[in-house]
């Protein structure tokens, strides 16, 4: 999956291509770069590369299967275990925890 984005401080659709096992190549910007593990689940591309460079991490993917399939399994147990359901509903609780104890104070 290709995200070529300059800006996206909140890239939903980064999650949804990792829940699908889809490797994700995107830009370094905020947001984007911290849903992929550059080189387990997809690749971080420095930001101005010439679109050559994002060409080579597509071709390197294509010419290597296991590697794609590695990746693209890592991705979607990332998705499982960071984005899912259950972990948001821990992060919430803990948001929530913290509201209250500041509120006692």
Not at 32 to 55: C, I, K
């Amino acid at each position: 999956f290709l995200f070529p984005s300059l800006q996206d401080f909140a890239p939903q659709v980064l999650g949804e291509a990792a829940a699908s096992g889809l490797p994700a190549i995107v830009g370094e910007v905020d947001g984007a770069a911290d849903l992929v593990r550059d080189g387990e689940t997809g690749f971080v591309v420095e930001r101005g590369v010439p679109m050559d460079q994002w060409a080579e991490k597509v071709r390197s993917l294509l010419a290597e299967p296991e590697k794609l399939r590695g990746m693209s399994d890592c991705a979607r147990r990332f998705a499982e275990e960071r984005l899912g359901l259950p972990r948001f509903n821990e992060l919430v609780a803990d948001v929530t925890q913290r509201m209250r104890a500041d509120l006692k104070r």
